[in-house]
């Protein structure tokens, strides 16, 4: 038989081999922090594998397990604290599964009607928990990056044609000094100046947008605001409304960057903080965050999709069948953001949602932010050495061992991973390197934090 036919046959004890391993995996309670990687045993243990007539499956299987496998830090620990954890449902992740296999091209309505229909439903029940309006919609994109990206094109090109203007035309867009790298990293890419606007306590408000505005010699190059829900470092809501308000009054898309921390509006003892997200002409969240999907999912949603339809719509003649007048109803997830080829990345957590409900998401997000609040308490009230640096307003503790520098921090942090007792990674704040705490995972416990605060002392 040829090389080619046989790659493709199904090979039952293959495929026993990967499901016993994921049944395995699937299996851990908790999942194992585990370590990283040393490049040059890996590369030791990975030399040679790719050859001209391949392997045993079982023995590429055996080298992932024993090797690759053990050199990741597993973000679905519930002792990962650090950076924002990842923490898939079960249901989720054997969803994802089902999506690989049936090899879904989720661009179109033609390719994955069915697909995009639960997608839809999904992208639906958020929007609605923001306030928007029934005709807002969007797409799943890779990450809170992606969803940035083409959001802020959307805002770019849609001023381009509000002002008359062309390429190099100068355009602004106003962020605070907490907003997140790939805000930044976005406006580099698309050619937008950032017009920086100063927040008070780290929280950008509409007083101090308008001021900055005010104060500013060339307002009307300014086009669009980006508002924070949730800042990645301190977990801090931005005054939305406030900002929404400046945005009404200027002209400005209004752009709500809640990657983290939009999950937040489905927890009622938070849901306040959000008031004005109703207003925001686009907004990202990434399910494989808060709302417990597997990497890599975020939702991006447009009050008005038909702008974000008329910008990212890609021209070809293979692409035509996709956008005729028969169409009209149909709807194409390549035309709201700046990709083409994409998996529904979205199904899995319809799936979870589907089955375990939105009270299970509630209140799983809802532990999380009370770990924070009784973290913060517990180290106020048992832990002299230690200092709550800002009150956690949704999952994030940020903190100092008084006394410590740079260097005992990330040593400490060293011990705590390679004892296997938590990743904690130090954060920086006004200058200072401190420690984090993000909670996410709702198998995460007091007594974990208790551990961990313990081997500061």
């Not at 395995?24 to 594998?49: F, I, N, S, W």
């Not at 200092?387 to 520098?405: A, C, D, F, N």
Request: charged share 25%; proline share 5%; hydrophobic share 45%.
């Amino acid at each position: 038989m040829p090389h080619a036919d046989r790659m493709h046959r199904y090979d039952a004890r293959m495929v026993d081999l990967v499901f016993d391993y994921m049944r395995e995996r699937l299996q851990y309670d908790p999942v194992p922090l585990d370590h990283p990687g040393d490049g040059e045993k890996l590369g030791a243990a990975l030399d040679g594998l790719l050859t001209d007539r391949g392997n045993d499956p079982a023995d590429v299987l055996k080298l992932y397990d024993h090797e690759l496998s053990r050199a990741v830090i597993s973000a679905d620990s519930p002792r990962y604290l650090s950076f924002i954890p990842c923490a898939p449902t079960k249901a989720a992740l054997l969803f994802d599964m089902v999506v690989s296999c049936a090899s879904l091209q989720g661009i179109s309505w033609l390719e994955a009607a069915g697909a995009i229909a639960a997608e839809n439903q999904v992208l639906r029940l958020i929007s609605d928990r923001a306030g928007l309006p029934a005709t807002a919609g969007g797409c799943f994109v890779s990450g809170g990056s992606a969803g940035n990206l083409s959001a802020l094109v959307v805002a770019r090109d849609v001023a381009r044609q509000r002002l008359g203007v062309g390429i190099g035309a100068r355009l602004r867009i106003a962020v605070s000094d907490q907003t997140h790298s790939s805000v930044t990293n976005t406006l580099n890419i698309i050619g937008v100046e950032k017009f920086v606007v100063p927040t008070a306590d780290h929280r950008l408000t509409g007083e101090a947008l308008r001021a900055a505005i005010a104060a500013d010699g060339d307002p009307g190059s300014i086009i669009a605001v980006v508002g924070t829900a949730g800042t990645t470092n301190a977990g801090i809501v931005d005054d939305l409304a406030g900002i929404a308000e400046v945005a009404r009054e200027h002209g400005l898309w209004f752009h709500v960057d809640g990657a983290y921390g939009g999950a937040g509006l489905f927890a009622p003892s938070v849901r306040e903080k959000y008031r004005g997200i109703e207003h925001a002409d686009s907004f990202v969240v990434d399910p494989h965050k808060w709302l417990f999907a597997p990497f890599d999912c975020a939702a991006l949603i447009y009050r008005d999709p038909r702008l974000a339809k008329a910008v990212h719509t890609q021209d070809a003649s293979y692409l035509d069948v996709l956008h005729t007048a028969d169409h009209d109803q149909e709807w194409n997830p390549t035309d709201y953001a700046y990709h083409l080829t994409r998996r529904a990345r979205g199904l899995p957590l319809w799936f979870s949602l589907a089955v375990h409900g939105t009270d299970a998401y509630t209140e799983a997000i809802e532990t999380g932010i009370a770990l924070a609040r009784d973290t913060a308490a517990l180290i106020r009230e048992e832990y002299p050495d230690l200092e709550v640096i800002r009150e956690p307003e949704l999952s994030s503790v940020v903190y100092r061992r008084k006394g410590w520098t740079a260097k005992d921090y990330y040593a400490w942090s060293e011990r705590l991973l390679a004892d296997q007792t938590g990743f904690v990674t130090p954060t920086g704040w006004e200058g200072e390197v401190v420690a984090r705490f993000a909670f996410l995972h709702p198998g995460t416990t007091m007594d974990m934090v208790r551990e961990i605060l313990d081997t500061m002392v």
